[in-house]
């Protein structure tokens, strides 16, 4: 299995709503992200875990949480989030510092 | 400051013609780069990168520290070539990938 699978592919949440964006690898890459990505813009980085651990935290609001319960598992739990919010969530994983990064296909996220 | 600049936002060429998109780099260290290609509607992935030096789908890529670029290149653009493409730079030691902010390559028939 040589791919990052994501889902909901589609999710349209009020900015009451709680509701996750779940990840899966079976790559054994042991870094994990989270990007996002609005339109014709390159992606940005939101978070990275290495070996489970929160590595790096790209000063993203706290309405948006991340989870690694396991090495091939990485959720984003989203509350309280602002039309703004909307983007396409990308997961990627890589063996580690400096190496490829393979991505999902994304969660179109939209915020009514 | 490290910086990927790909100065074309749009490239548009004819089947055949060949191909060069350009990517420059500002970073002190040893670049580890690479050339990500997203299709329409599909995700977004590795083309190849500068340590394989290898050919992928006919694109080349050569690292040219004098000129801090790495552009990609080939000879014979075919249709199923149009796509978005960004170089990106991995700083030495970190998870932060930098990328460029993107070409759109358009083939025409």
């Known amino acids: 299995d040589t791919e990052v699978t994501q889902t909901p592919k589609h999710l349209v949440m009020g900015m009451t709503n709680k509701k996750s964006l779940k990840c899966e690898q079976h790559m054994g890459h042991r870094a994990m992200y989270w990007y996002k990505q609005k339109a014709k813009k390159p992606p940005e980085l939101m978070f990275v875990y290495s070996y489970e651990k929160l590595s790096i935290n790209e000063s993203v609001p706290s309405r948006f949480s991340p989870e690694c319960p396991n090495s091939s598992l990485l959720n984003l739990h989203l509350h309280a989030l602002q039309p703004e919010d909307s983007a396409l969530y990308l997961c990627?994983?890589?063996?580690?510092?400096?190496?490829?990064?393979?991505f999902g296909e994304g969660s179109w996220l939209t915020v009514v | 400051a490290q910086r990927v600049t790909q100065p074309e936002k749009l490239l548009s060429v004819f089947k055949g013609a060949p191909v060069e998109l350009k990517c420059n780099y500002s970073?002190?260290?040893?670049?580890?780069l690479f050339w990500y290609v997203q299709y329409s509607r599909q995700r977004l992935q590795l083309l190849l990168r500068h340590i394989s030096r290898e050919s992928i789908k006919g694109f080349t890529a050569d690292l040219n520290k004098g000129e801090t670029s790495f552009h990609l290149k080939k000879p014979f653009a075919q249709e199923e070539d149009s796509a978005m493409y960004y170089c990106a730079l991995n700083p030495t030691g970190g998870f932060k990938t930098i990328f460029g902010a993107g070409t759109r390559l358009f083939v025409k028939a």
């Open positions: 970073y002190s260290g040893s670049p580890e």
């Open positions: 990627a994983s890589s063996q580690g510092v400096r190496a490829a990064i393979y």
